[in-house]
């Protein structure tokens, strides 16, 4: 799978003039929007497109998803277009809220509530088997889990659906990360909702405004404070509800106290904020266009949804209204470039293909071994918190041949070399092929044998290329690959403070981020050489990532 990027470098150069027409590219990758049968506008490159089953206009015929067989030849159509979606979105949480259902040919699990009640294991394989329907259907992102408790039991919108897990957060977490861990595998983006929390409502959003000022309960963001930290929320989803403890003007979605005080400051979310519907009465009601989408997005909402089932809103139409706002200085160019920024991370995130190598408990025993050896430390598990990132080249040109060097847990043995060091295979996190391709081969946060020295701190990532160890071959396809791919690990990691080339990392000696005891334990690099790191370092100024160490 190909890496489509194109690079917003305006958002750490915004000195320099935007034209309309790049301003109005930025403002497409910010909305998610709705469309009837399979027209399709590809005007514009859209930050995604969600699909339905059910019709709310024309209840007497499908809206996009008709069977299996008409539903793969539409996302490929879309994914082939000419401005293709970066994502393919639909709400498939399960039970009554399922867009592809079982009498249509398609795998259904059962609702949240039922599924709190069944084994792990059987509710990992039902979200291992939805994940992968969703992957071979053609979509990357589902608008799921919801992480709302069940705070109101007269709630008919979430508890009366059947959508909650439970009461208690650590059920809530528990089988929300099951989803979370499964879509991820299979390459879906997960989306958390409906911040900062809809389980104690009693009124439904869809149809007009609810206040849940007297019924929220501060336990409501327990699910998203732990899902944060545990690095496994990637979009989250605010609500259209009012909540006078947290803003006393306006609901969730457009509120500045709400999204970036209490969501990104307090709870320290770094990914993308996504909206409900704007289209539902609780907003469409009360707000014009220009005033909803001007308040979101000064608010901290990334991305916007218009689902074209409650409403009716063109791409050109969403664009323009934004676009004179940014140009009259209603919203701020810098709050547009920010929101540019976090979604093509994410975009990034899901173009990464999983390709694990084997890390059974043997090869996490030999970690721990090699900690213990070479940084005399005494460690209960092999999590590292990233602190460089270390780019390499294989030195073999093929990357089956560079994946099989990888994969196994010990040493091939002609690595005599560095054989009396460990036993320990060499690995890194990411592999990426000479098409530009991003492979994930073992957790970003488990340490990897790639560098001698600093592996308890960073992450590495392999280029296929380098042949023969002395040819500077990379592609320009991998530089543009290694350049989102440091942009995701860093807003992922905010502890990254170093970016060097594998040549580089005998400079960190001497250092505090240089562990290693043997002092005859050294080996000379040339990867990848400094015309590729010259080029991947120009396009991250903005990132601030040193080379040295200061």
């Not at 249509?104 to 039922?114: D, L, N």
């Not at 979101?296 to 050109?316: E, H, R, W, Y």
């Amino acid at each position: 799978m190909k890496l489509l990027l194109t690079f917003f470098l305006l958002f750490y150069s915004l000195q320099a003039d935007v034209t309309d027409t790049e301003l109005k590219k930025m403002i497409a990758k910010m909305l998610i929007v709705g469309f009837e049968d399979e027209d399709f506008d590809s005007t514009y490159q859209l930050g995604g497109v969600i699909l339905f089953d059910k019709n709310h206009k024309h209840p007497d015929k499908p809206k996009n998803i008709i069977n299996p067989e008409q539903l793969k030849v539409l996302t490929l159509t879309l994914t082939q277009s000419k401005n293709a979606p970066y994502f393919i979105a639909i709400d498939q949480e399960g039970g009554k809220v399922a867009r592809l259902k079982s009498e249509k040919g398609f795998y259904q699990v059962p609702s949240a509530k039922r599924i709190a009640t069944l084994y792990d294991q059987t509710v990992r394989t039902m979200y291992q088997q939805q994940s992968l329907m969703l992957a071979q259907n053609g979509f990357n992102l589902n608008f799921a889990p919801v992480v709302d408790l069940t705070i109101n039991p007269q709630n008919k919108v979430i508890v009366g659906l059947e959508r909650s897990y439970g009461e208690k957060p650590a059920k809530v977490i528990k089988y929300a990360s099951i989803m979370i861990e499964e879509q991820s595998k299979a390459g879906v983006i997960s989306v958390l909702k409906h911040f900062p929390g809809h389980g104690s409502s009693l009124g439904d959003s869809h149809k007009g405004f609810v206040d849940v000022t007297k019924t929220w309960n501060k336990i409501e963001l327990e699910p998203y404070k732990q899902l944060i930290a545990q690095n496994k929320a990637d979009m989250i989803m605010t609500a259209h509800v009012f909540n006078a403890n947290l803003d006393e003007k306006y609901p969730a979605t457009l509120s500045y106290n709400v999204n970036t005080k209490l969501l990104r400051e307090k709870l320290g979310f770094r990914g993308v904020i996504v909206s409900d519907d704007m289209q539902m009465k609780a907003i469409s009601e009360h707000y014009s266009l220009q005033e909803a989408t001007t308040l979101a997005i000064n608010s901290g909402v990334d991305m916007l949804v218009f689902g074209n089932q409650l409403g009716s809103n063109t791409p050109k139409e969403l664009v323009e209204t934004i676009y004179k706002q940014v140009k009259n200085g209603k919203i701020p160019l810098t709050r547009i470039a920010d929101a540019n920024e976090k979604i093509e991370s994410l975009h990034t995130k899901s173009q990464i293909v999983q390709k694990p190598i084997i890390f059974s408990k043997h090869r996490k025993e030999m970690t721990k071994g090699y900690i213990k050896q070479h940084y005399a430390l005494d460690v209960k598990d092999i999590n590292i918190t990233p602190k460089m990132i270390v780019l390499h080249w294989t030195a073999v040109m093929s990357f089956e041949d560079s994946y099989k060097r990888l994969y196994q847990e010990e040493l091939f043995t002609d690595r005599k070399d560095i054989a009396a060091a460990s036993l320990l295979n060499v690995s890194a996190h990411f592999l990426v092929d000479r098409d530009g391709t991003i492979y994930q081969l073992m957790p970003d946060n488990y340490m990897a044998r790639h560098v001698i020295g600093l592996n308890y701190s960073a992450i590495g990532v392999e280029n296929v290329g380098g042949e023969a160890n002395e040819t500077e071959d990379l592609t320009p396809e991998q530089v543009k690959a290694n350049i989102a791919l440091v942009r995701y690990l860093k807003m992922k990691y905010p502890s990254i403070e170093y970016l060097i080339g594998h040549h580089e990392y005998m400079e960190f000696e001497n250092t505090p981020f240089w562990l290693e005891r043997d002092k005859g334990y050294r080996t000379i690099k040339a990867d990848p050489g400094d015309k590729f790191m010259k080029n991947v370092r120009s396009k991250i100024e903005n990132l601030g990532l040193k080379s040295h160490y200061e």
